[in-house]
């Protein structure tokens, strides 16, 4: 392994065939890498010949089936293995596809895959391979992320689900498209539902309600989109390991319709040996980035966001209720009081506001308080400042104007604009 400790000019390396190079860089670094001659890849998704790609605060790596030369500047780590997985995961790939061949043959639906493990073994990394390697036969699955720390698609906190129907990003995956169509008013934006909290451990009731509407969604799209539903969903998760996760993993299960419950077939798949374990710091300068990325873009794309004075008055704040105590300490034969999916207004204290991520809920104003939660998200806005005394709040959006809803859901993220 070679760590670099200073900036260095470009320069060449040769990949043999079914090799890998894999790299990382820091978020506050940026690294260009062109393939110059052959075939190459990242997760799925095929690299342009002579064109330039930049990197910033990724772990990745460029696979070659037939050899390729590269063309790289300074990596924060950098190294060759030609010891890779890749193969098997090709091969689910093909089996997954044959699914879809048949599918077409019957008139039945295409696969509908639950990628499940620990927390960093590449869960994320494999789903964009799938996704990359459909999309390439024509396919346009179904991509959905239940991983609510990082918000591979959208905003942390979020389950969200996109249709796969364009090249995912090599430099940016697939936050790219879906935070520029946010922060423009798209209609290709993705699906989103607020859980608001980045452990599903934290309210195992409300991630699966968001979760089942998640789901009642993606396979009404199924029904709806013949295209879709031959291609299939792709199912990304977070580390449901422990005796919650399984619960939870039996309910992603049941409510998208897995392999058909109960005709389901477990495949274990290696991890790659370019899976590295990601820190907290990391975790947190990603979900940083990834907050950052909504308002004020990416690499490629430049945004610039609105500040706007918001009366408090205008509209109506949310946050999501706690259990009351848990059954454990409560006297034989009571049951607990909870309130884990019930919104609860905030009419004072709006300081808890303060540096907070608001989700824009996509209800009417004469939505019930006890389906608010089953509405999905129309935007996100940024806090950046409260003055109770005035009633006055002040919002970072990236889009001008007023709100489209009036309905606001705090979770637990908070962020500190740069």
């Known amino acids: 392994m070679q760590t670099n400790t200073s900036a260095e000019p470009p320069r060449t390396i040769e990949l043999d065939s079914e090799h890998e190079f894999r790299f990382e860089v820091e978020f506050n670094k940026k690294v260009t890498l062109k393939l110059l001659k052959g075939t190459a890849e990242v997760f799925g998704t095929e690299l342009a010949i002579n064109v330039t790609y930049t990197f910033t605060g990724r772990k990745a790596a460029v696979y070659t089936w037939h050899g390729c030369t590269l063309e790289i500047s300074f990596f924060s780590i950098e190294y060759t293995a030609n010891e890779t997985p890749m193969t098997s995961y090709l091969n689910t790939h093909l089996a997954l596809q044959q699914i879809r061949e048949n599918a077409k043959q019957t008139n039945d639906q295409g696969p509908r895959v639950l990628v499940v493990g620990p927390h960093d073994v590449g869960k994320t990394s494999l789903c964009t391979l799938l996704a990359g390697y459909a999309l390439r036969q024509g396919q346009k699955p179904i991509y959905v992320s239940l991983d609510t720390s990082e918000g591979s698609i959208t905003m942390p906190g979020t389950v969200s689900a996109t249709n796969i129907s364009t090249i995912i990003d090599v430099e940016e995956g697939f936050g790219a498209s879906a935070t520029t169509a946010a922060s423009l008013g798209s209609s290709t934006m993705p699906l989103a539902y ?53 619960d939870l993993i039996q309910h992603i299960i049941a409510e998208f319709d897995v392999n058909e419950n109960p005709n389901i077939q477990v495949v274990k798949l290696a991890k790659s040996g ?122 970072l959006s990236p889009a001008p104007g007023r709100l489209p809803r009036k309905h606001l859901l705090l979770g637990s993220f908070k962020w500190l604009e740069a």
């Not at 009731?205 to 089942?212: A, D």
């Not at 009351?324 to 999916?341: C, F, N, V, W």
Request: proline letters at 3%; hydrophobic letters at 35%; a negative charge.
């Open 274 to 395: 370019g899976v590295v374990e990601r820190d907290k710091q990391f975790k947190n300068q990603l979900q940083r980035s990834k907050i950052q990325e909504y308002f004020y873009g990416t690499i490629k794309c430049d945004l610039s966001p609105y500040s706007t004075i918001l009366n408090l008055n205008d509209v109506n704040v949310w946050r999501v209720g706690e259990s009351m105590a848990p059954s454990s300490a409560l006297p034989l034969g009571m049951e607990s009081i909870s309130t884990e999916t019930q919104v609860v207004k905030v009419d004072s204290s709006y300081e808890m506001c303060l540096h907070s991520i608001l989700a824009i809920l996509n209800a009417e104003n004469t939505t019930p308080e006890s389906q608010l939660l089953e509405t999905n998200v129309a935007g996100f806005i940024y806090v950046s400042d409260v003055d109770e005394e005035r009633m006055k709040m002040t919002i």
């Open 194 to 246: 607020y859980y608001g909290y980045e452990n599903p451990a934290e309210n195992v009731n409300l991630f699966k309600l968001v979760t089942s509407r998640l789901a009642h969604t993606v396979k009404c799209r199924l029904a709806e989109d013949d295209e879709s539903q031959k291609s299939g969903c792709i199912i990304d998760t977070a580390g449901l390991i422990d005796h919650v996760g399984y």
